[in-house]
């Protein structure tokens, strides 16, 4: 079968296990996951560097395969899907912000955030148009030409960011993402992440080592060692965060 529902339709691990490498070199990254992770909520992924954060992002996604266990995302379970049933799937509903940010050093910070439209068909045009708002947003609309050589980490990040929201995918997967950037830019990417997550039927997951990014995340989940610790719910202060945003745009 290759549809099956999680109890509330947003993203369920079951058992799942990552081993990379054989013999001497063999490292187990996930040692048996359980976590559901409910719609319309902004999750936060914290954890020691190498407990398995991007690991399990990556399974989640369906970028990579867990060695055993099973992952549903909105009912669908992506290890049964054929290759190119993954990547049609991937493209629609999922948006990636990667550690690295690996965007295409070719193409300029408009082209980079408008791969994902052109992907799923929208025409060139289009799609550049909405990619400028969208970096607008991110506050590099005097950006859109360069490249990504000429722009620092910070704003690559951004266009990294950019890119993972523009097609409003209901799955979306940040890895660190306001690793590079300033306190103020912290703010606005993590507003702008969680003005996405907190709509019905989104899922967000954000891995994040930054102690600035905590008070937006209504449920922390806590990893360790290839396991899930803990999973907090916290309630959130939408006035504060507003505030101290205006505050420092100011
Ligand atoms: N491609 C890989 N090959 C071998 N080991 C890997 C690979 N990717 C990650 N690991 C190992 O798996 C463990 C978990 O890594 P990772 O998921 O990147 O952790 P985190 O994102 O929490 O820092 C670490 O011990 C890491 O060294
Ligand atoms: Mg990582």
């Given at each position: 079968m290759v549809s099956e529902n999680s109890p509330d339709r947003g993203v369920s691990c079951k058992g799942l296990t990552k081993e990379y490498g054989?013999?001497?070199?063999?490292?187990?990254?996930?040692r048996g996951v359980e976590l559901d992770i409910p719609p319309g909520k902004l999750n936060l992924l914290t954890g020691p560097?190498?407990?398995?954060k991007t690991t399990l992002i990556s399974v989640i996604a369906g970028t990579l395969n867990p060695t055993a266990g099973e992952v549903f995302v909105f009912g669908i379970n992506?290890?049964?899907?054929?290759k190119k049933k993954v990547t049609a799937f991937r493209a629609k509903n999922i948006g990636f912000v990667f550690q690295q940010f690996n965007?295409?050093?070719?193409?300029?910070a408009q082209e980079n955030a408008s791969v994902p439209l052109v992907i799923n068909g929208w025409t060139k045009a289009t799609a550049l148009k909405r990619a400028a708002d969208v970096l607008r947003s991110v506050g590099l609309g005097d950006r859109l030409n360069s490249l990504p050589s000429q722009l620092s980490g910070g704003q690559q990040q951004r266009v990294a960011i950019a890119r993972g929201l523009i097609h409003e995918p209901r799955l979306l997967v940040c890895d660190e993402p306001t690793s590079a950037v300033d306190a103020a830019s912290g703010h606005a990417i993590m507003q702008l992440i969680r003005s996405v997550a907190i709509l019905p039927n989104r899922v967000a997951i954000v891995v994040t080592h930054?102690?600035?990014?905590?008070?937006?995340?209504d449920r922390i989940i806590a990893m360790e060692d290839g396991h899930v610790l803990s999973v907090k719910n916290q309630e959130i202060d939408v006035a504060r965060l507003n505030g101290k945003l205006e505050l420092e745009n100011a």
């Amino acid at each position: 079968m290759v549809s099956e529902n999680s109890p509330d339709r947003g993203v369920s691990c079951k058992g799942l296990t990552k081993e990379y490498g054989q013999g001497q070199s063999r490292v187990l990254a996930l040692r048996g996951v359980e976590l559901d992770i409910p719609p319309g909520k902004l999750n936060l992924l914290t954890g020691p560097s190498g407990c398995g954060k991007t690991t399990l992002i990556s399974v989640i996604a369906g970028t990579l395969n867990p060695t055993a266990g099973e992952v549903f995302v909105f009912g669908i379970n992506l290890n049964r899907l054929s290759k190119k049933k993954v990547t049609a799937f991937r493209a629609k509903n999922i948006g990636f912000v990667f550690q690295q940010f690996n965007l295409l050093p070719a193409l300029t910070a408009q082209e980079n955030a408008s791969v994902p439209l052109v992907i799923n068909g929208w025409t060139k045009a289009t799609a550049l148009k909405r990619a400028a708002d969208v970096l607008r947003s991110v506050g590099l609309g005097d950006r859109l030409n360069s490249l990504p050589s000429q722009l620092s980490g910070g704003q690559q990040q951004r266009v990294a960011i950019a890119r993972g929201l523009i097609h409003e995918p209901r799955l979306l997967v940040c890895d660190e993402p306001t690793s590079a950037v300033d306190a103020a830019s912290g703010h606005a990417i993590m507003q702008l992440i969680r003005s996405v997550a907190i709509l019905p039927n989104r899922v967000a997951i954000v891995v994040t080592h930054d102690q600035r990014v905590l008070p937006f995340g209504d449920r922390i989940i806590a990893m360790e060692d290839g396991h899930v610790l803990s999973v907090k719910n916290q309630e959130i202060d939408v006035a504060r965060l507003n505030g101290k945003l205006e505050l420092e745009n100011a």
